[in-house]
């Protein structure tokens, strides 16, 4: 089974800030299902990046997604304040098990 | 529009039983996988059980295998969570979510429903 490690746990930046959320992979997984997520307290998650590159088209082209084998990386370019939020990488490929990682929350600093 | 309203959460003692619905619209429901998500409180997501279009193909959390069954109903768009021996660490908000088998993201999330397992 397919483990995600997500770094940092927190991440602390100012709206202007670029961030950028690390996904690492306990094996090499297939980039085609490679998925991030947007999840915001009293909201449903919401999905941000599919495989491993394509945004969806709910956001703006200020997030993007890019890495293959093990290595993931969600860059956001430059942060508004509706993106501070809990980000989470995902392997939607690998059934009969499809685990998430641990999230990243991203804070204003 | 894709909708997937989850119902059948409420108060459990541990040990006790509850079913998990998730009606489903606004796709062909026989198309798709679907995937039961939960967060516990002040936890990250989990995914739970995921069933495929047919239902001949599910998977489990190994931290509910043995202990829920997921089942689906195409002909009523109904996606089901059955489950015993409930945990206090069961305890969490479930979404019912479009995606499992199928190389498909889980795109689509119902707005959850809470299960507390409380003595």
């Known amino acids: 089974e397919v483990v995600l490690t997500q770094s940092p746990g927190t991440l602390s930046l100012s709206p202007g800030d670029r961030a950028t959320l690390s996904c690492r992979a306990s094996?090499?997984?297939?980039?085609?299902?490679l998925a991030w997520f947007q999840h915001k307290p009293g909201q449903a998650p919401r999905l941000l990046i599919y495989?491993?590159?394509n945004t969806a088209t709910a956001f703006p082209d200020r997030f993007s997604g890019s890495g293959s084998g093990t290595d993931f990386t969600l860059t956001i370019s430059r942060l508004e304040p509706e993106d501070f939020a809990v980000y989470y990488c995902h392997h939607y490929g690998s059934s009969p098990q499809i685990p998430f990682g641990q999230g990243t929350r991203l804070e204003i600093k | 529009e894709v909708q997937l309203v989850e119902s059948g959460g409420g108060v459990v003692w541990p040990g006790g039983s509850l079913r998990l619905a998730c009606a489903a619209s606004?796709?062909?429901?026989?198309?798709?996988?679907m995937s039961w998500v939960r967060q516990a409180p002040g936890k990250g997501l989990e995914w739970v059980s995921g069933?495929?279009?047919?239902?001949?193909?599910?998977g489990y959390a190994d931290s509910v295998k043995g202990r829920f069954t997921v089942s689906r109903d195409n002909a009523k768009n109904f996606l089901y969570l059955h489950m015993n021996s409930l945990r206090v660490e069961d305890a969490a908000l479930y979404y019912c979510v479009r995606g499992y088998d199928d190389y498909w993201p889980l795109d689509k999330w119902g707005q959850g429903t809470l299960v507390t397992v409380s003595s």
């Open positions: 094996q090499s997984v297939d980039s085609n299902y």
């Open positions: 069933i495929n279009w047919s239902g001949s193909r599910v």
């Open positions: 495989g491993a590159s």
């Open positions: 606004g796709l062909s429901f026989e198309d798709y996988g």
